[in-house]
């Protein structure tokens, strides 16, 4: 009975989980992210939507971070009804993006040479720039875990690592961005052509958010077809329906029949309904490359659900 207590590779704690250089680029990402938070915290400051969208992506990739590593060290993954390593991939490439965001977002609306008036002052300035440094350090470490667990060609590896499923991640995050951009007096009710472009970003974001967790779960072998087959159709389908809105949508908010073709000069900076319109032509187009690109990389994935 005794024999079979024991763990299944005779040791509790797993050291690989902090002394490999996937490990150290997690405790470096521990470090990076608790300093960061504590420098803003403590003397550094952030005010507005920007500096709380900076403190929730820096506080949720700590959290989520320690609690990898807690998992990894004392091997409790494996209790977990989750794919591991869908989902360490999948977190991985997430917090990139978010700390990639935050350490242009801070420096830019914090970060200054000159020093605040008091009673911030130049503690105040010091605080914010050790921040910014250290939040660079931080996306970097998470930049790193992603390239060292990425799948290379040839390698059979879980789907989240492949190129394929790190693209899900970043298609799903510039979605995020056009949904901020559409809420924020877009207008784009005004036509049936503009809100069909809001039903492709929607469709779109829906089918990519449940092929990631599909992914993270491990239920992807209980679809009744071939995941990697679905998948491939599903991207074909999100590049039309793209192709679709990267079309309409300029021309019903930029051409001189339906829209405006330049900035309008009493539109107020910050409240502007066309800067909303342009943001979305944008990153609609950044994302139909997105989709393009994984269209392609997804005719030659090899994965393993389980993993």
Same mark, same amino acid.
């Given at each position: 009975?005794?024999?079979?207590?024991?763990?299944?590779?005779?040791? &509790?704690?797993?050291?690989?989980?902090?002394?490999?250089? !996937? #490990?150290?680029?997690?405790?470096?990402?521990?470090?990076?992210?608790?300093?960061?938070?504590?420098?803003?915290?403590?003397?550094?400051?952030?005010? #507005?939507?920007? #500096?709380?969208?900076?403190?929730?992506?820096?506080?949720?990739?700590?959290?989520?971070?320690?609690? !990898?590593?807690?998992?990894?060290?004392?091997?409790?993954?494996?209790?977990? $009804?989750?794919?591991? #390593?869908?989902?360490?991939?999948?977190?991985?490439?997430?917090?990139?993006?978010?700390?990639?965001?935050?350490?242009?977002?801070?420096?830019?609306?914090?970060?200054?040479?000159?020093?605040?008036?008091?009673?911030?002052?130049?503690?105040?300035?010091?605080?914010?720039?050790?921040?910014?440094?250290?939040?660079?350090?931080?996306?970097?470490?998470?930049?790193?875990?992603?390239?060292?667990?990425?799948? $290379?060609?040839?390698?059979?590896?879980?789907?989240?690592?492949?190129?394929?499923?790190?693209?899900?991640?970043?298609?799903?995050?510039?979605?995020?961005?056009?949904?901020?951009?559409?809420?924020?007096?877009?207008?784009?009710? $005004?036509?049936?052509?503009?809100?069909?472009?809001?039903?492709?970003?929607?469709?779109?974001?829906?089918?990519?958010?449940?092929?990631?967790?599909?992914?993270?779960?491990?239920?992807?072998?209980?679809?009744?077809?071939?995941?990697?087959?679905?998948?491939?159709?599903?991207?074909?389908?999100?590049?039309?329906? &793209?192709?679709?809105?990267?079309?309409?949508?300029?021309?019903?908010?930029?051409?001189?029949?339906?829209?405006?073709?330049?900035?309008?000069?009493?539109?107020?900076?910050?409240?502007?309904?066309?800067?909303?319109?342009? !943001?979305?032509?944008?990153?609609? &187009?950044?994302?139909?490359?997105?989709?393009?690109?994984?269209?392609?990389?997804?005719?030659?994935? $090899?994965?393993?659900?389980?993993?």
């Amino acid at each position: 009975m005794g024999s079979s207590m024991e763990p299944p590779e005779g040791a &509790y704690l797993y050291l690989g989980a902090v002394m490999s250089p !996937v #490990g150290t680029a997690r405790v470096l990402q521990l470090a990076f992210g608790c300093t960061t938070f504590s420098l803003v915290a403590h003397r550094g400051g952030f005010t #507005g939507v920007q #500096g709380t969208f900076c403190m929730a992506a820096w506080g949720f990739c700590f959290t989520v971070s320690a609690l !990898v590593v807690a998992c990894e060290f004392t091997r409790l993954h494996g209790c977990l $009804r989750l794919s591991w #390593g869908n989902f360490t991939a999948a977190f991985a490439m997430l917090a990139t993006l978010l700390c990639a965001t935050a350490a242009v977002l801070y420096p830019l609306y914090f970060a200054q040479w000159e020093c605040p008036p008091k009673p911030a002052g130049c503690a105040a300035r010091d605080f914010r720039l050790a921040a910014s440094v250290f939040a660079g350090l931080l996306f970097l470490a998470y930049a790193v875990e992603v390239a060292l667990t990425r799948a $290379r060609p040839g390698q059979v590896t879980s789907y989240m690592a492949t190129m394929s499923g790190l693209l899900k991640i970043v298609q799903a995050f510039v979605a995020c961005i056009i949904f901020g951009a559409l809420v924020h007096d877009s207008r784009y009710g $005004r036509y049936v052509a503009t809100q069909w472009c809001v039903a492709v970003y929607s469709l779109c974001f829906l089918a990519t958010v449940a092929v990631v967790v599909l992914s993270v779960m491990g239920h992807t072998g209980g679809l009744g077809c071939p995941f990697d087959r679905l998948v491939v159709v599903y991207t074909f389908l999100a590049v039309l329906l &793209y192709l679709s809105a990267s079309v309409i949508w300029p021309v019903f908010c930029f051409d001189p029949k339906y829209g405006e073709p330049g900035r309008p000069p009493d539109c107020a900076q910050g409240s502007c309904p066309w800067d909303s319109q342009l !943001v979305v032509a944008i990153f609609t &187009y950044i994302n139909l490359l997105l989709y393009i690109i994984d269209l392609a990389y997804s005719q030659r994935i $090899r994965f393993v659900p389980s993993l």
